[in-house]
């Protein structure tokens, strides 16, 4: 009995004491990671590799591979063109999977591709094209990537053989830029969503457009004027941006869609997804890029907007921007890139809620259908597919740079095995036309090697960050923090400029940006200090007087949200 009591109080202590003997080490976990990481780099890698391999043997020069049938599109004039309306009898395409490949070749260490490609484009590439395109969608993958790569051409590290490149692609860029300008003569100076690159915007042109169309230009033209001298671009692009937040509605809310002569509205529901989500991106970029404070405030209005009329806990609906009452309740998969907007302004409380519901939706599916019914837990009828979209991957790479917190390389680890899994073929990936079934689609978007595997590889490698400021545009092509194109560098980018605000007990570094995040770490020290932040919103009444939960806003220094006490008072009592 004795022998049994101490066998019975051994096994106790062992049970109690063996994780501290047999756990492994923060140092052995630490490595572990580490070599996850490198694992699933060179899975990406490959899968980078298989597809852009696959374009080049049976769809270049044309603009995107054909997986299943091995063979190409020319889709630069199909892109957002839904009814296939007008499009080129004589186009031959615009090697555009090529242009849009250029910085992901050089963020994987292979400049040898990369000045090969370089060559190639310089001197074949022609834009004297008889083909309509979508000025937005031309202007993110084709002008954004020639800048992108031309920037990476010349950077510091010699990346191509000297003498061999003499800023063709700029001069590429600035040609297809001045193709451009002729869709911004309307009288509100908002651009035509369509235009042709030979003769300009053509004869009963349609005058419908989204705010993403017209107010997602200014990163892309803003570095044009930068890197050649001439305020045209960004001048005409600015102009555009302007005007459409002169529409916005009361509540700050904009619209969908608009009529770029008259400056109406057509649809007056939006979100964050399709339609409207860039316009919110490059607000808040152009801010980081360019350093105007206008581009702040217009993104800080918007951003309260949209925390108090579209969110709904970890989700966000669509609502009508003249009442703020909810419209549609869906996720689509455009939404997922929000997370990753919402790390750059601090409020990463909020981007972790909402990303763990879109990676709940992902393994529900095993990848991200394009619209989700919220408040029925259904699937849209008809828009099924999945495209071999970036966002979820996008949003999974800025958390875990916030972060540092493992899930996040779990998850990415997910995305990479479903995509092998449902999507890889023979001839590259294909997407997935109905999510149910996995039924393939035979096409390749060029997205997948410019966004896709791009921020995949640096969610598990990177190194090209390192010591880099960049910014990266809703297209993925890396636009770099420099203080020549700023008329005020955020101090946040200027380590040497930071300044200080004293305390008795402690000094601490404080910025322009700093001080307009969530949650706000810095200047906490002053009992009497107001902080701004982005995530905070107002109270209904300035007397902080509620009958309901409803009637309070958010924190500004905590972003929590506020609740109506038994009194009658707006405050933090939960």
Not at 53 to 66: G, I, Q, R, S, T
Not at 84 to 113: K, R
Not at 121 to 142: G, K
Not at 165 to 189: H, I, M, S, V, W
């Amino acid at each position: 009995m004795l022998l049994s009591r101490n066998y019975g109080a051994w096994l106790l202590f062992f049970i109690l004491m063996s994780p501290l003997f047999f756990a492994p080490s923060m140092s052995q976990l630490d490595s572990r990671w580490a070599a996850k990481k490198r694992q699933m780099r060179e899975k990406v890698r490959k899968m980078f590799y298989h597809a852009y391999e696959n374009y080049l043997k049976y769809a270049f020069p044309h603009d995107e591979l054909k997986p299943l049938t091995k063979s190409f599109t020319d889709s630069l004039s199909e892109l957002g063109n839904l009814k296939l309306e007008h499009l080129p009898q004589d186009y031959n395409g615009s090697a555009l999977t090529l242009i849009e490949s250029l910085s992901s070749l050089v963020i994987m260490g292979n400049n040898t591709e990369f000045e090969r490609a370089v060559i190639w484009l310089s001197e074949n590439l022609i834009f004297d094209l008889d083909a309509r395109i979508n000025l937005f969608e031309c202007n993110i993958r084709v002008l954004g990537g020639l800048i992108s790569a031309h920037i990476l051409a010349t950077d510091s590290t010699n990346r191509l053989v000297r003498g061999s490149y003499k800023n063709q692609l700029l001069n590429l860029a600035e040609d297809l830029g001045q193709r451009f300008l002729p869709a911004f003569d309307t009288p509100t100076g908002l651009p035509y969503a369509w235009i042709n690159l030979k003769y300009g915007v053509m004869e009963n042109e349609t005058t419908e457009t989204s705010t993403s169309g017209c107010g997602s230009l200014i990163l892309e033209m803003g570095a044009l004027s930068r890197l050649t001298g001439d305020p045209k671009y960004e001048s005409a692009a600015l102009r555009a941006l302007r005007k459409l937040w002169s529409m916005r509605s009361p509540l700050n809310l904009l619209g969908t869609t608009l009529d770029v002569t008259t400056g109406e509205w057509i649809e007056y529901s939006s979100g964050i997804g399709a339609g409207v989500d860039s316009f919110y991106e490059y607000l808040c970029k152009a801010y980081i890029l360019f350093g105007k404070e206008d581009y702040w405030r217009m993104f800080h209005s918007a951003y309260l907007a949209v925390q108090k009329y579209f969110r709904h806990g970890p989700w966000y609906h669509e609502a009508d921007m003249r009442t703020g009452k909810a419209t549609y309740w869906q996720l689509t998969s455009l939404q997922a890139f929000w997370p990753g907007l919402q790390v750059l302004v601090g409020d990463i409380g909020a981007a972790n809620s909402s990303h763990r519901e879109f990676v709940y939706v992902w393994k529900k599916f095993g990848v991200l259908p394009e619209r989700y019914l919220l408040d029925y837990q259904m699937l849209h009828p008809t828009e099924k597919y999945y495209p071999l979209r970036p966002e979820l991957a996008e949003s999974t790479f800025y958390l875990y740079q916030a972060t540092k917190d493992p899930w996040y390389i779990q998850v990415g680890e997910s995305i990479v095995n479903s995509l092998n899994s449902y999507t890889k073929v023979e001839g590259g990936f294909a997407s997935v036309r109905d999510v149910t079934t996995m039924q393939l689609e035979d096409h390749q978007h060029s997205f997948f090697l410019a966004e896709t595997c791009k921020y995949l590889y640096l969610l598990f490698d990177d190194s090209f960050l390192v010591d880099r400021n960049y910014i990266f545009t809703t297209e993925g092509h890396p636009l770099p923090i420099l203080s020549s194109w700023h008329e005020r560098l955020p101090e946040t980018y200027i380590p040497a400029n930071w300044t200080y605000a004293k305390s008795e007990q402690v000094t601490r570094r404080a910025s322009a940006m700093s001080l307009q995040v969530c949650p706000a770490t810095a200047l906490r020290s002053g009992c009497c200090q107001q902080i701004e932040s982005a995530c905070h919103i107002p109270d209904s009444r300035g007397d902080h007087r509620c009958f309901r939960d409803e009637e309070c806003g958010v924190d500004s220094t905590t972003c929590r949200r506020r609740s109506c006490s038994l009194a009658g008072y707006c405050g933090l009592w939960v």
